[in-house]
């Protein structure tokens, strides 16, 4: 049995108006991409929701990455992993409850009170002006020496007098 194909999504993150809050879905891998998580701190984001499918070998690094995007956008995470770390996380990036499959002394079913808040933080922007810079350094970096060269090339170039 092979694994199922996967298909890339449009690269948005809904906010989701609820009584509870604003909710945004994500899925997997997604969390691993701090530039596609920004998203939610731009609606305002309460709570982001993330179903995933890990193994062994990836668990719990993932759930912690989990925890770094909760930090960064100031949003509590609610993680569901079937064959890994699941987490509550809050907006701090504090795992409140977590249940883990390969561990047989975890809980499988976990209950907790998880703030369903968000926080403003600088990342989103710090990372958004350090993106900007470090894509006009580089583009600096290859232009310049582009231009000097096209600049001796026009130099080198010497009129043909008329023969008159």
């Known amino acids: 049995m092979g694994v199922e194909p996967s298909f890339p999504g449009d690269g948005i993150i809904p906010g989701i108006s609820t009584q509870t809050g ?25 709570l982001l929701v993330v179903p995933t499918g890990d193994w062994k070998s990836i668990s719990p690094y993932h759930t912690y990455m989990a925890a770094f995007r909760a930090i ?14 699941s987490a509550y996380i809050d907006h701090n990036g504090k795992i409140l409850a977590q249940s883990d499959y ?31 810079v470090l894509v006009f350094g580089a583009l600096s970096f290859l232009l310049i020496p582009a231009t000097k060269g096209l600049l001796k090339l026009t130099r080198k170039v010497k009129p043909v007098p008329d023969k008159a």
């Open 102 to 132: 390969y561990d047989p002394h975890s809980p499988g079913i976990v209950y907790v009170n998880l703030p369903v808040t968000s926080i403003k933080t600088p990342f989103v922007l710090a990372f958004t002006i350090f993106f900007n």
């Open 72 to 85: 960064e956008n100031g949003v509590s995470v609610l993680k569901a992993v079937t064959g890994g770390l």
């Open 22 to 46: 604003v909710i945004s879905p994500a899925i997997c891998y997604d969390l691993d991409f701090p530039e596609l998580v920004s998203q939610v701190s731009r609606h305002h984001t309460d």
